[in-house]
């Protein structure tokens, strides 16, 4: 399998224009998540999916964030309209199933991260 | 994140010395992951931690969870410029599926 892959690696956006992030998952990975990563705020959980469907959104900053699962395969991550305090990496990760119910070793597995940069 | 705390937040150590990261928690935790990242990479997993007193090694890092499930230390011995990055560790909480992340350790390894 290839990983969790992420595009784009790279976006340079201006201040108000629509920024959209993809991710496919680890095929057969039940669950998705999306984080967002900056030097002041480190790591954090922005929402993650269990079988396509939003569990857990309550890290995602504000309206101005969206994030869709339309199948197993594929999720995207909407910002509109971007602003400059959303620069920052995201990663996309998938595990497969429940980390509490994981047996040892097993974790989530991280794309690349997309840098976004809002001018 | 308040729950999960690293440090120390950077360390400079000269090639083939020993160090040690630590992760301490405000609360028991469930599970323990280490992790690794490069600057532009993803994060990659190192090891996971579940038991009181568990300790995991892999090549030249050991990791180690305190009885009370409150506190972990990573051990890099003899350490390679290949060790260099930002270390992070991650905890699953009781009560909640989430990992929730540290503030990250910043490893420089100088010739």
């Known amino acids: 399998d290839a990983g969790v892959i992420q595009s784009p690696r790279h976006e340079v956006t201006e201040m108000g224009q629509e920024v959209t992030l993809r991710c496919k998952p680890i095929?057969?990975?039940?669950?998705l998540f999306w984080y967002r990563q900056t030097m002041m705020r480190g790591l954090e959980l922005l929402i993650y999916?269990?079988?396509?469907?939003?569990?857990?959104d309550s890290g995602m900053p504000e309206d101005r964030f969206s994030a869709k699962m339309p199948n197993a395969s594929f999720s995207t991550l909407k910002i509109q309209p971007s602003e400059p305090r959303d620069s920052a990496v995201y990663f996309c990760a998938s595990s497969p199933f429940r980390l509490r119910l994981a047996g040892v070793e097993d974790t989530q597995y991280f794309g690349p991260g997309t840098r976004l940069t809002v001018l | 994140s308040q729950e999960l705390e690293q440090s120390p937040q950077s360390l400079i150590v000269q090639e083939g010395k020993n160090l040690t990261i630590n992760c301490t928690s405000s609360?028991?935790?469930?599970?323990l992951y280490w992790y690794k990242q490069k600057y532009g990479e993803g994060l990659i997993f190192l090891m996971m931690?579940?038991?009181?007193?568990e300790e995991k090694s892999h090549e030249k890092i050991t990791a180690k969870l305190d009885e009370k499930k409150q506190q972990s230390s990573l051990h890099i011995t003899a350490s390679q410029p290949s060790h260099a990055g930002i270390y992070l560790c991650g905890a699953v909480f009781f009560g909640n599926e989430k990992l929730t992340f540290g503030t990250g350790t910043r490893l420089t390894i100088i010739p």
């Open positions: 999916f269990n079988n396509n469907v939003p569990i857990d």
């Open positions: 095929s057969g990975h039940d669950y």
């Open positions: 609360k028991t935790l469930y599970g």
């Open positions: 931690l579940q038991k009181g007193g």
